[in-house]
């Protein structure tokens, strides 16, 4: 399974774009790279997920490289719920996930 | 909604013990997992089951089983529980990739 490295943590100001990134150079060409959060004393869940294209939905956007060696999860204007760790994962061979540690983003009111 | 439910929010049980974290899945998914979760290591993936009465090992096996009786229930087992597997345990389910949906986490202590 692919490796990820993310910085292990975040600020951003309230209502300020978030450029959270990930790096995962030994993806392979059928990964998918997929993203997830864990809110404070939740399970962790789906934010969104792509494969080559950039992705949008109501959540956030995913800017994928065009050698797919990193991706970029964008919140676009950045709320005090937006706290929160963000895992990004690439997919491998099974329908099993491995998490790593993810970012820790920090929203300041 | 999925819904995923884990059976205890806390638990306390002595070293020795045999303890049994259940978890139950309301969406006929076929995929489910157990990970547990400790400060500074993320989230570690102990078992995961494709299917009924199947079982695979994740990264963190050593000290835990499972079962998988019922397509909607996957049990995780400490056979003997000790100390160090004091920690957060979570279940999900999920059908692909995309679908995977947590339960709110067990925590347990050891003591």
């Known amino acids: 399974d692919a490796k990820t490295t993310q910085p292990n943590s975040m600020e951003s100001n309230e209502e300020e774009p978030v450029h959270l990134p990930c790096n995962h150079s030994?993806?392979?060409?059928?990964?998918?790279i997929h993203w997830y959060r864990q809110l404070p004393s939740q399970g962790p869940e789906y934010v969104i997920h792509g494969l080559t294209s950039n992705v949008n939905n109501r959540m956030a956007s995913l800017a994928i490289a065009e050698d797919r060696k990193s991706s970029t999860l964008i919140l676009h204007r950045a709320t005090l719920r937006d706290a929160a760790v963000y895992y990004c994962?690439?997919?491998?061979?099974?329908?099993?996930?491995?998490f790593g540690t993810g970012t820790s983003l920090t929203v300041i009111p | 909604d999925v819904k995923v439910t884990q059976s205890s929010r806390y638990l306390v049980k002595r070293t020795g013990e045999k303890v049994f974290l259940e978890c139950v899945q309301d969406m006929d998914h076929e995929n489910m997992f157990w990970y547990r979760q400790d400060p500074g290591l993320g989230l570690r993936l102990i078992y995961f089951s494709y299917d009924v009465k199947m079982k695979e090992k994740g990264d963190i096996p050593e000290g835990y089983s499972v079962s998988r009786e019922k397509k909607e229930r996957f049990s995780l087992i400490l056979e003997s529980a000790s100390t160090n597997q004091t920690s957060m345990y979570l279940c999900?389910?999920?059908?692909?990739?995309?679908?995977?949906?947590f339960g709110s986490g067990t925590r347990l202590t050891v003591v």
């Open positions: 999900a389910s999920s059908l692909s990739l995309r679908g995977y949906t």
């Open positions: 994962i690439p997919s491998g061979t099974g329908n099993q996930f491995y």
């Open positions: 030994t993806i392979s060409g059928t990964d998918y």
